[in-house]
């Protein structure tokens, strides 16, 4: 294949399954890499043993995907990301600019949290120690993460997704929000991208707004800005074919 490795990073919180529907099109196009991110799906959060454990921070992630990266002996590749996942890769941008030939973003945005913003995502951390999620992290997150026309018309995708939320370990959920709310704005790094770019925006994302997304394509030179009519924060599982349309835009 001509084309660079492709990484997909998952959103929060989900995992590598999210991809399921986009996997066979891409893999067709290209070596296709899905890794769980610590915490969540099949990846357990990292034991410290004696020594004092890391502040939860995306730059752990980011430098688990340099390390599998290094494993697979892939010296660069296209990185994609969903909300978190797009976190994730600016991340990545930042440590290694020299591993990135291509960007992909779906959902996701380019500034640091809010202060409440901040403290939301910190008080549902602390409830995932003390309660665990089952039984209300995907009551909460389900009318926001799926578009109005999904919820309505595609009931087995809401299914999937409760399913997933669901499998999730309280461990990883939790330190996912503390990573996410200890973020950097990323608007300098992504200004500094010379690598084919492609940003898309679900129509009725109630997470990530058009507008904001919009903003991400704007600060990366030259990047394309897709809006996916219809669809919501999920891209993948809402509009499989148009992901998989914009993602081959940058293989090209």
Do not use: C, N
Request: glycine share 6%.
């Amino acid at each position: 294949m001509s084309s660079l490795p492709l990484v997909l990073l998952h959103a929060y919180p989900l995992d590598a399954r999210m991809w399921d529907s986009v996997r066979a099109p891409l893999a067709e196009r290209t070596r296709l890499i899905t890794p769980d991110q610590r915490g969540l799906g099949r990846t357990p959060l990292p034991e410290d043993g004696a020594t004092a454990p890391a502040a939860p921070s995306l730059d752990h992630a980011a430098r688990d995907v340099l390390a599998l990266l290094d494993k697979l002996e892939i010296d660069t590749a296209v990185v994609g990301g969903s909300s978190m996942g797009g976190y994730v890769a600016m991340a990545l941008l930042r440590l290694a600019p020299e591993r990135v030939g291509g960007l992909v973003f779906l959902g996701t945005k380019a500034t640091a949290d809010t202060v409440e913003a901040r403290e939301k995502r910190l008080a549902v951390a602390d409830r995932a120690d003390r309660d665990g999620t089952s039984g209300w992290l995907a009551d909460e997150m389900l009318p926001t993460l799926l578009g109005e026309t999904t919820r309505r018309r595609r009931p087995e995708v809401v299914d999937r997704v409760r399913e997933l939320i669901e499998e999730q370990p309280p461990a990883g959920v939790a330190w996912a929000q503390r990573a996410m709310a200890a973020r950097p704005d990323s608007t300098d790094v992504l200004r500094t991208a010379d690598v084919p770019t492609v940003v898309v925006a679900g129509e009725e994302d109630a997470i990530m707004s058009v507008d904001v997304v919009r903003d991400v394509a704007d600060t990366v030179p030259g990047a394309e800005f897709v809006v996916v009519p219809r669809a919501g924060h999920l891209l993948p599982l809402e509009a499989p074919e148009a992901v998989v349309e914009a993602v081959s835009r940058v293989l090209r």
